[in-house]
């Protein structure tokens, strides 16, 4: 007698077939709106960024207040680096701002119609609507080229 595929799974895991457990279909869940989540972000980020800059002072004040009272060149050291820190946190949410800016234009480019026209004709058509000007030049100088000599008896016209 053949064993189906799950007993043969079964068996390579040591597992009775009654043990598994049955595999539930996937529940239909709310997705939330990729312009939802890109808010939530934004607001958790920028939540982060500020409380990470307000600590940031908070160490800072306490750095230097060390680094008056030791005269070590360790704490100013590391005031220091504090200090470039939290600018770059400051740096940090701007470009947050600029980021988010160019993702909402983005959204906007995305409703963009692009229309495609066709031309039927042929190609001395399409140059001449093309290049209008050229043409006309090119008419004027057919025209004076185009001019008849009359002979009368003594003079020439």
């Known amino acids: 007698m053949k064993k189906r ?6 068996d390579a895991l040591n597992i009775s077939i009654s043990e598994k457990s049955e595999i539930e279909p996937l529940k239909e869940t709310a997705i939330e709106k990729p312009t939802e989540d890109k808010e939530k972000d934004y607001r958790s980020v920028r939540g982060n960024l500020h409380s990470i800059i307000s600590k ?8 230097l ?3 008056h009272e030791g005269d070590s060149p360790r704490a100013y050291e ?3 680096q504090m200090i470039k820190t939290v600018a770059d946190c400051n740096k940090d949410l701007l470009e947050l701002h600029k980021k988010m800016k160019d993702l909402d234009k983005e959204e906007i480019n995305y409703n963009n119609t692009t229309n495609n026209s066709l031309y039927v004709g042929s190609t001395k058509d399409l140059q001449e609507l093309v290049n209008q000007t050229r043409s006309e030049s090119k008419r004027i100088r057919n025209d004076i080229i185009d001019v008849e000599v009359i002979k009368d008896d003594q003079k020439e016209i």
Request: proline content about 0%; aromatic content about 0%; overall charge negative.
């Open 78 to 80: 590391v005031a220091a």
């Open 65 to 67: 207040e060390v680094a």
């Open 56 to 63: 940031g002072n908070e160490a800072i004040d306490g750095i």
């Open 5 to 10: 595929v799950d007993d043969k799974i079964a």
